[in-house]
Structures are given as structure tokens and as C-alpha cells.
């Protein structure tokens, strides 16, 4: 059974930087696209970035592109990171990382939640003025 572990997050002030990061565990392989999401209360789930299983084709939701991004751990290429930057008080939220269900594979929507079997526990990012 694959199982996704998430670290990182926490209290942060605007104009700060964290890194998230999430490893995937647990299956044959260890290679998977990833994605991250966030919800944030009253809101519905929301595409944040995504990578390629082998680590390339970086995709950022336009909303977040120039301060986020989204990369793999150039050794232990079953640790996805999402770099944050210059943080706004709208991106406080719990962060989800999602592994697609076929490992080296490539999804058809990497921004679609229904692609992505497997689910990380979620993290808690908040941000203060």
C-alpha cells in the first residue's frame, strides 16, 4: 500500500518563505506524479502544482506561479518539495500532497483531484499579518 507523508507547514508571517515537503512510501515503486493541493475553510479543494514522476514538467497554478514552486529531491526521487514564497494571508490552508495511481505514468489532467489515488494526511499552513 502506498502511503504519502507530509512535513513542513506551520505559522508563518506575509513575506515569508517554508517548504512542504512529502514522501511516498510503501509501494513497489517509488516514482509517481505528484501534485500538491490546499483547501482553506469554506473553499473547495484547489489545484496548487504538480511534477512529472521522473522530476521534470514542473506545472504552477497561474494564481501561484512566480512564488511557488514545485520540484523532486534530485537523490531520493520519492520526495516531492512545494517551495513557498512571499507568502499571502489567502494561502493559509491545509496543503495535500496526491500521488497518481500508476507509478512512471503520466496522468491526463495533473490539476484534477480525481487523478490522484493516493493522499497525503495534509498539513496546516498558516499565515499572519
Known amino acids: 500500500q502506498v502511503q504519502l507523508t507530509q512535513s513542513g507547514g506551520g505559522l508563518v508571517q506575509t513575506g515569508d518563505s517554508l517548504t512542504l515537503s512529502c514522501t511516498t512510501s510503501g509501494g513497489t515503486y517509488s516514482r509517481y506524479a505528484m501534485a500538491w493541493f490546499r483547501q482553506s475553510p469554506g473553499n473547495e479543494r484547489e489545484f496548487v502544482a504538480a511534477?512529472?514522476?521522473?522530476?521534470?514538467?514542473?506545472?504552477i497554478a497561474d494564481s501561484k506561479r512566480g512564488r511557488f514552486t514545485v520540484s523532486r529531491d534530485y537523490d531520493r526521487k520519492n520526495v516531492v518539495y512545494l517551495q513557498m514564497n512571499n507568502v499571502f494571508l489567502e494561502d493559509t490552508a491545509i496543503y495535500y500532497c496526491?500521488?497518481?495511481?500508476?507509478?512512471?505514468?503520466?496522468?491526463?489532467?495533473?490539476?484534477?483531484?480525481?487523478?490522484?489515488?493516493?493522499w497525503g494526511q495534509g498539513t496546516q499552513v498558516t499565515v499572519s499579518s
Open positions: 496526491a500521488a497518481y495511481g500508476t507509478p512512471e505514468s503520466v496522468p491526463l489532467c495533473e490539476y484534477c483531484e480525481h487523478e490522484y489515488k493516493y
Open positions: 511534477v512529472g514522476w521522473s522530476g521534470g514538467a514542473p506545472y
